[in-house]
């Protein structure tokens, strides 16, 4: 049994009419005309002709690109694209770093986490290509005075000692494995 709601509004439509097969005839507040199924427009997944996502998606990119002006689209500097990997390595237990990361609750400071002028402020640009975002004390997270722009020889030694456990009973270390070769 179908519903009659013709005359109803439903964010910017205005039904005017059934069209058959589940569909309606609206007019946007535009002025386009829209066909969408009643099903869709009661629940609210259709508002509009499609304007009102594209309203919305170009302020949403206008308001994150004038921001700053460091991400336009796909163009991201180095600086920004350390920001947002350093938080998705920190925040996204999907990320395949989360466990070396936010994890062990390595997290970014609270002035910089919605806040990337904050960070570059603090970081200034990328040194050299060569440079990445490192962090001078692996276990403090990224925070002012534990950040920099580190080469990869220097993040190479700047590693988190890794614990192998306790020695087990009547095992060889390799340099003592590798020094019984020799002598036979």
Not at 46 to 52: A, H, I, M, R, Y
Not at 74 to 84: D, H, I, L, N, S
Not at 86 to 115: H, M, Q, S
Request: hydrophobic letters at 25%; proline letters at 4%.
């Amino acid at each position: 049994m179908r519903i009659d709601i013709t005359g109803l509004r439903f964010g910017r439509l205005t039904v005017l009419g059934y069209a058959g097969s589940g569909r309606w005839i609206c007019r946007c507040d535009c002025g386009h005309e829209a066909h969408p199924s009643g099903k869709d427009m009661r629940s609210g997944n259709t508002q509009s002709c499609g304007c009102l996502s594209i309203e919305t998606a170009s302020k949403l990119a206008r308001r994150r690109n004038w921001r700053h002006g460091y991400s336009s689209g796909r163009k991201m500097t180095p600086e920004y694209r350390a920001w947002c990997a350093a938080k998705n390595r920190c925040y996204n237990p999907r990320n395949g770093n989360f466990k070396n990361y936010g994890a062990r609750g390595i997290a970014v400071t609270e002035e910089w986490l919605g806040d990337f002028i904050a960070f570059y402020k603090y970081v200034g640009p990328r040194t050299s290509p060569k440079h990445s975002l490192g962090r001078i004390d692996n276990e403090r997270g990224y925070e002012p005075g534990n950040v920099r722009w580190e080469t990869r020889t220097q993040q190479n030694s700047n590693r988190r000692k890794r614990c192998s456990g306790p020695p087990v009973k009547g095992a060889r270390s390799r340099a003592s494995a590798a020094d019984t070769t020799r002598t036979q």
